[in-house]
């Protein structure tokens, strides 16, 4: 029997669809604007496939990104939705896929994933950081707290307090110095520029330009979001993006960005963020940052964040690229498949 890999450009749309749906029922709009959407402009393959006998027998997905480091940038990709037809053949034809994919792609960033996934990366990674990525977590309302408690005692959903649960437990500070401060809905334009500009600090992270945020997230369709910033002129010292599904049920992602030295006005972004979550009925708000961004952790805990867990990076570099092998000192749920994985 025949087995290929291609990228995904020599496979008719409609058989990735399937597929993707077969394998775990992503709909039709959500693949498209992951892996077709023009409006990324991007030329290199968003995935590859493994066909057998002219069918998909396994895929394995990429989001392109720019990576930075100092006076350097390379081309690397997040891995994601990684599926095999038949997962109890042993996983052979998924490795194959994968290892092809290192080679192909010549550099790769994953961050997380589950312990089997995580087992396997760690044995091909070029490097892994087991602790690389802090997780961030507010409550914003009792139910919240009460539904934690549910799931670790095992309670049925049915075991509810009604309008109780609505209530709010966050008393929220007042912004300082007085500073003026927007909410827009969707991927602000000053929020973008921010975020982009911080790409090249110090450090080793993902830059973003304001094209590509208005994809990942503008256009994602599974998502709302608004922007919060310092109103300032010509550059805002700092910014957030939040954003939820568009049919969730309360949780909110956020990305913090500030520049330096700018530690008020972030803080003063967050209360306004949160406040702005309350009055449109969200009920938690959870934040991914990098083990190495100390500055960032500190704002949040002085918001009222609470650590939630960390998770694996694994950095992937192929050995005839010569592309850095470092640990991304700053990281936000904008990276890797962590999107709209609430």
């Not at 995904?8 to 709009?29: K, M, T, W, Y």
């Not at 959870?286 to 190495?292: D, F, I, P, T, Y």
Request: glycine share 10%.
């Amino acid at each position: 029997m025949s087995i290929s890999i291609e990228p995904l450009d020599r496979v008719a749309p409609a058989e990735v669809h399937a597929f993707l749906a077969a394998q775990a029922g992503i709909p039709q709009s959500v693949v498209h604007w992951k892996y077709y959407d023009p409006a990324l402009e991007c030329t290199r393959s968003r995935g590859f496939v493994l066909l057998r006998a002219g069918k998909i027998h396994a895929f394995y997905g990429l989001i392109p990104f720019t990576m930075v480091a100092r006076d350097r940038a390379w081309e690397s990709a997040w891995p994601c939705d990684w599926y095999v037809d038949d997962p109890g053949s042993g996983g052979a034809a998924g490795l194959i896929l994968l290892k092809h994919v290192i080679k192909e792609t010549g550099h790769m960033v994953h961050i997380g994933g589950s312990d089997v996934t995580r087992k396997i990366y760690a044995r091909l990674a070029s490097k892994t950081v087991e602790d690389g990525a802090v997780r961030f977590y507010l409550s914003l309302r009792l139910g919240d707290l009460l539904r934690r408690v549910r799931r670790r005692l095992s309670l049925p959903d049915w075991v509810q307090l009604g309008p109780v649960e609505r209530l709010r437990i966050r008393k929220l500070r007042r912004p300082e110095d007085g500073q003026a401060i927007r909410i827009v809905e969707g991927v602000a334009e000053p929020v973008a520029g921010l975020a982009g500009d911080l790409s090249s600090s110090p450090g080793c992270s993902a830059r973003y330009d304001s094209r590509y945020l208005e994809w990942l997230v503008g256009r994602c369709p599974s998502l709302q979001s608004f922007s919060c910033y310092v109103d300032a002129d010509p550059l805002i010292p700092a910014g957030a993006l939040f954003w939820s599904e568009t049919d969730g049920n309360g949780t909110w992602r956020l990305a913090l960005w500030g520049r330096k030295d700018a530690t008020t006005e972030q803080a003063n972004v967050l209360t306004a963020g949160i406040r702005e979550l309350l009055a449109r009925g969200g009920r938690s708000v959870e934040s991914l940052v990098a083990r190495l961004d100390r500055e960032t952790s500190a704002i949040l805990a002085e918001s009222g964040f609470v650590e939630r867990g960390r998770s694996p990076l694994h950095v992937f570099a192929a050995a005839d690229n010569g592309t850095p092998v470092e640990e991304l000192s700053r990281m936000t749920f904008l990276d890797g498949d962590n999107l709209n994985l609430f």
